[in-house]
């Protein structure tokens, strides 16, 4: 499956840069509500594992706790440099890990496993590998063939020689924060970090045989200027990392309090921040990255650019994923899992994830059960938001609806989209331009049945370019 590159078009980008979900879930989470409790999850649970051919199972750890503040972050986290923290968040994570282990048939493989925060080098190697072999006792991981196992790295608190433990404990993927390169910047985010030491761990990695790097950067960010940003990608480039995301900073104080700490009137304005933009895009292309969708590239032959041209690409909480036939079980605070028609999230406050934990009880904190509705809409924009097309046919097959007749609301708002030449629409199906390539988020948005009402109840999602 072929898909058009991006054309940067700077009058298009401006005139649909809005507030917009970013859909690694339909519904979004302020969907969720409260209503859906433990009780909720072990009957979803136990649903799952009635389907006639056993689905995979992803597993989602998050490891909240960060050693240093980065202004920009809108993660949750906990600021801390007591590392003793980490060993009792470790202890109550393994009852999670036993109580959600016992929901799911031992004949379900674990095809992959991503540990994401906070910072999970907030823990020592030795951790991190104990917490694997907890995991191996507790679920049926598949053969290493077919085991993504991903680590989010800060390159700042992690040393090469380190990186060979992750590996011996059966991580095969990394992922690193950089941001920015730039000295002015980091000082203004408060992220200090060497061009040597990021690219030590990328060479660590690549010495301990992981399949793959990614390298996160930020664009948007205070201070950041077009000739500073060019010297980030150069040094990127160059280290050749299999997977790139370029993020949008997005700057939303009243949500997220470390951000009050950056001066806005640094931030770039918004021709220079889409100018940034333009940047990182032609540079990428110019260096071989395949555009894979919302903020992501990779190099043609990841495994994310074989899936996006077989048509297996799939995305979630963990981002743009190969693992699309799986349920997704979320361990720790704040952590969300996917089980079958069902999202429910784990408290987003570290006392009361302890609480439930101590209590013997699965920490649900909120959650939504699908409606058929939902089910269809999220099928149509994970699509979207994957391949950027959609065969009607395939969809009417697939819900027994006639799409002309159920999407009609959304067929009018794609009308204005198709004048502005963001999307090609026939009787058969749709597809994105290479104009509207970069706009993913404004195409799936005409599908989304409750965005009025999530986008009136709370400013909640960040702006799409």
Do not use: K
């Not at 992803?58 to 440099?81: D, E």
């Not at 059966?170 to 730039?182: M, P, T």
């Amino acid at each position: 499956m072929d898909t058009p590159s991006p054309l940067f078009d700077p009058e298009l980008l401006r005139r649909y840069d809005a507030p917009g979900p970013r859909y690694t879930s339909y519904p979004t989470a302020p969907q969720f509500t409260p209503g859906f409790q433990e009780i909720d999850l072990l009957e979803m649970a136990a649903t799952s594992n009635g389907d006639p051919i056993p689905r995979p199972l992803s597993l989602y750890l998050h490891i909240p706790f960060c050693a240093s503040p980065c202004f920009y972050c809108g993660c949750n986290r906990i600021i801390t440099r007591d590392t003793a923290r980490g060993a009792a968040y470790l202890t109550r994570l393994y009852r999670e890990m036993a109580m959600m282990s016992a929901l799911f048939d031992r004949d379900r493989d674990v095809e992959q496993v991503h540990f994401g925060g906070g910072t999970p080098n907030f823990l020592a190697p030795a951790q991190i590998a104990e917490a694997m072999d907890v995991l191996r006792r507790h679920f049926s991981f598949a053969p290493a063939a077919r085991l993504d196992c991903s680590i989010e790295l800060d390159p700042r608190f992690i040393g090469p020689g380190q990186i060979g433990e992750l590996a011996a404990a059966g991580f095969n993927r990394a992922s690193l924060g950089v941001q920015d390169f730039d000295p002015e910047v980091q000082r203004a985010v408060n992220r200090i970090q060497s061009v040597e030491q990021t690219l030590a761990i990328i060479d660590a990695c690549r010495r301990h045989g992981l399949r793959s790097v990614n390298v996160d950067l930020i664009y948007g960010l205070p201070r950041q200027t077009l000739e500073g940003f060019s010297r980030t990608l150069d040094i990127t480039l160059q280290a050749r990392p299999e997977r790139l995301a370029i993020y949008g900073y997005a700057h939303l104080p009243s949500m997220f309090r470390p951000q009050q700490r950056i001066d806005a009137s640094a931030l770039p304005a918004p021709e220079a921040r889409l100018a940034l933009l333009q940047c990182a895009i032609d540079r990428l292309g110019q260096a071989g990255y395949v555009y894979i969708g919302m903020d992501h590239f990779a190099l043609p032959d990841d495994s994310l650019a074989v899936a996006q041209r077989n048509g297996s690409l799939h995305r979630n909480f963990m981002g743009y994923t190969t693992h699309a036939e799986s349920d997704l079980i979320g361990l720790g605070v704040s952590a969300i899992s996917h089980i079958g028609p069902s999202f429910s999230q784990n408290p987003r406050d570290l006392g009361s994830w302890e609480q439930a934990i101590d209590r013997g009880h699965l920490p649900v904190w909120r959650g939504l059960r699908l409606e058929e509705d939902d089910v269809i809409r999220a099928d149509v924009i994970q699509r979207l938001m994957c391949h950027g097309t959609l065969d009607f046919r395939d969809i009417e097959q697939r819900h027994v609806i006639d799409f002309s007749t159920y999407f009609a609301t959304a067929l009018e708002r794609l009308q204005a989209l198709q004048e502005d030449g963001l999307v090609e629409l026939s009787g058969d199906g749709l597809a994105a331009t290479s104009r509207g390539r970069l706009l993913l988020r404004i195409i799936a948005m005409c599908f989304d049945r409750h965005l009025p009402t999530a986008a009136a109840a709370t400013p909640c999602f960040s702006r799409t370019v």
